[in-house]
């Protein structure tokens, strides 16, 4: 969310472009950059946790994939 809400502030980014960067719909970009969620240290933690362990499965897979 904080990724969608930075590349929000440069003048080249619009809703439409923050939607397909982020493959997510328009209305859900709408509701980051409306939104005024800050996570809590405990739960920013947990999301990095589990955002790096995400991360090592995609390229697991993707070595996984590779070597066929």
Do not use: H, W
């Not at 982020?22 to 933690?45: H, M």
């Not at 995609?58 to 590779?66: C, H, K, S, V």
Request: net charge positive; aromatic share 8%; proline share 4%.
């Amino acid at each position: 969310m904080e990724k969608i809400r930075r590349c929000a502030l440069q003048p080249d980014y619009n809703i439409t472009k923050l939607s397909q960067e982020f493959k997510i719909s328009g209305e859900a970009v709408r509701r980051i950059l409306k939104s005024n969620y800050q996570p809590t240290p405990e739960d920013a933690k947990r999301q990095e946790k589990n955002r790096y362990k995400a991360m090592g499965e995609r390229q697991r897979a993707f070595r996984t994939l590779g070597r066929k």
